[in-house]
């Protein structure tokens, strides 16, 4: 069974440019995640999708970030215009039920941004 | 979500076993102790977790104090592959809630 999977895996973009990342979730899990960790900070939660509807987008730290699950299958997740201090890490995860049921999140590998 | 503590960092042998502590002092009875881990590169991975009783699986297990203020992970027979950043993490099931990560316990597991 494949695991969550992020493209791409790196990105090096200048700042101001836009950016998409994508993350496809393991098959059937209705449930994704996006989390990112900026350089010497802690793992973020940025949101949460149920199927295609945002459950919890609490954590997105401004309107240059577009997250999408158009179809309740992959996800992107945009950022425009792209600031220095959006560098980091991303991290996508998945799982079949809500985390109220006990369940475990499987995370990607994550998508390495950095803004130049 | 209580908060909780663990030490920066600590080492283990190959081979031996490595106990990582955390302290969750402020838990309340129906917030449960999860583990979680990242290894360099790679996305972080579950572990483990529990509520009140000890818990074992293939990977490791968890020893949860009677009063529940702090917990222990136990890996078994640590190899290299399990050096990384360990995180001890509380939160209350029965809520949509998502999982909030600290700055976790570097495990490094020396030859």
């Known amino acids: 069974e494949a695991g969550v999977t992020q493209f791409p895996s790196h990105s090096v973009i200048e700042k101001g440019q836009t950016v998409t990342l994508r993350c496809d979730p393991i098959?059937?899990?209705?449930?994704l995640y996006w989390y990112r960790r900026v350089m010497g900070k802690e793992i973020k939660f940025l949101l949460h999708?149920?199927?295609?509807?945002?459950?919890?987008e609490s954590g997105m730290p401004n309107n240059r970030f577009l997250a999408e699950r158009t179809g309740g299958t992959y996800s992107t997740l945009k950022v425009q215009p792209a600031e220095l201090e959006d560098s980091g890490v991303y991290f996508c995860a998945s799982s079949q039920f809500t985390l109220a049921t006990n369940e475990k999140l499987f995370f990607g590998s994550g998508t390495q941004l950095s803004v130049l | 979500d209580a908060k909780t503590t663990q030490p920066p960092s600590m080492d283990c042998a190959e081979g031996r076993a490595a106990n990582l502590p955390c302290n969750h002092s402020?838990?309340?009875?129906?917030?449960?102790v999860y583990w979680y881990r990242q290894i360099h590169s790679q996305g972080p991975q579950y572990i483990i977790h529990g509520l009140k009783n000890n818990e074992t699986n293939e990977m490791a297990s968890l020893i949860i104090t009677e009063d529940r203020k702090s917990s222990t992970l136990i890996l078994p027979h640590a190899t290299l592959r399990d050096t990384a950043v360990y995180y001890c993490i509380v939160r209350v099931t029965g809520a949509n809630s998502k999982l909030t990560f600290g700055k976790g316990i570097t495990l490094s597991v020396r030859p």
């Open positions: 098959s059937g899990h209705d449930n």
């Open positions: 402020t838990i309340s009875g129906n917030e449960y």
């Open positions: 999708f149920v199927k295609e509807s945002k459950q919890d």
